[in-house]
């Protein structure tokens, strides 16, 4: 029997462009963004630097290739070291890639609860003379969402400054960190090299990222981009898109209030554990004992609510500009109804 699917909480990137967004993209003025004459891009890429408190900035289709191209911008030669987090998204699903295109290989570090890297291991795995590129996540997703503070980037930076080194902030949900911390995205960036900033998630574009640094990096990332593929043509209607999302950042922090309270709601179903991170953005985990993330998927994906599996039995929820409060109960509800039916059903 087939369930109709009822609430999505797989993830923010199941947003989808509304009206506004849509009229926006109907109306963009375009060119040709490969021979840089698209003034809609152009005009993103500029917003995009200004906010994020870079020189410039480039649109890319995805997070995945800004971090890659990132990477293959920041490394000078052979020999260069990628370190970053072992729970981070880049360890976990875009080092084979990196290594595969720019040879560059990975240490991956401890990270504390919140997610910001281990500093004794961050200095273990750096070398006196060698090059080392060392990305921070924020939000840390798999340490529930966590928004680190600007300080957490500080003190790596004064940590990694004697050594050559690049630091990266792998800021797919930066936006979130920013206003759930009540500050500008551009505090967020500072003493980092460069910033992926993803458009696609919670602020509801249809595609795209930002990457920025300075002008010298983003001129070599422009070329990479294009040996990458990942050069659009009319981009300029993809980048309307990405205006209306930069406009709607405050708009978070809705999202942000309804996560809170599916968070509260989940733990008080009986056996729940619910982690509070120290400052929850868009992302809940739940678990429940005796029962597999795989398992807990399913029979949620049973009763209508979709999620996606983790690991140690954990389940992510993630709120985005699609939910409202009210799907708060129904979400609590199947989750109790999952305990209620018992564990011992495949």
């Excluded at 005796?290 to 998927?297: A, F, H, I, S, Y």
Aim: with cysteine; aromatic share 4%; proline share 5%.
């Amino acid at each position: 029997m087939t369930v109709e699917t009822r609430l999505d909480f797989r993830s923010d990137t199941r947003t989808a462009p509304d009206r506004a967004m849509r009229t926006a993209m109907a109306a963009a003025d375009v060119g040709d963004d490969a021979y840089g004459d698209d003034p809609t891009v152009n005009r993103l890429e500029a917003e995009g630097a200004r906010l994020l408190g870079m020189e410039a900035s480039l649109f890319l289709p995805s997070g995945t290739m800004s971090n890659l191209v990132a990477v293959l911008a920041a490394a000078p030669a052979d020999g260069t070291t990628l370190i970053a987090g072992r729970r981070t998204h880049i360890a976990l699903f875009e080092a084979p890639a990196i290594q595969r295109f720019s040879g560059t290989p990975l240490t991956q570090v401890p990270q504390d609860a919140d997610g910001a890297l281990d500093p004794d291991a961050v200095q273990q795995a750096m070398t006196a003379g060698a090059q080392h590129i060392v990305c921070l996540e924020n939000t840390s997703m798999l340490s529930d969402g966590n928004a680190l503070s600007p300080s957490v980037q500080a003190d790596l930076a004064t940590l990694v400054g004697p050594y050559a080194t690049h630091l990266h902030l792998d800021g797919a949900r930066l936006a979130n960190a920013a206003v759930a911390l009540g500050r500008p995205l551009s505090d967020m960036t500072a003493s980092a090299d460069s910033v992926a900033f993803c458009l696609a998630k919670g602020l509801g574009g249809p595609v795209g990222s930002l990457l920025a640094g300075t002008e010298e990096f983003i001129g070599r990332a422009r070329e990479l981009r294009m040996g990458l593929g990942g050069t659009m043509h009319q981009s300029g209607v993809l980048a309307a898109a990405g205006l209306v999302a930069l406009r709607r950042i405050p708009q978070l922090a809705a999202d942000h209030a309804i996560a809170a309270l599916l968070a509260t709601e989940l733990g008080r179903v009986d056996g729940a554990d619910v982690p509070s991170p120290s400052r929850r953005t868009n992302i809940v985990t739940v678990r429940l004992p005796g029962m597999t993330e795989q398992l807990l998927q399913r029979r949620l994906a049973g009763r209508g609510v979709l999620v996606l599996p983790l690991f140690d039995g954990y389940v992510r929820f993630v709120v985005h500009r699609g939910h409202e409060a009210s799907s708060v109960p129904e979400a609590a509800a199947a989750l109790r109804d999952v305990v209620d039916s018992g564990q011992g059903e495949a």
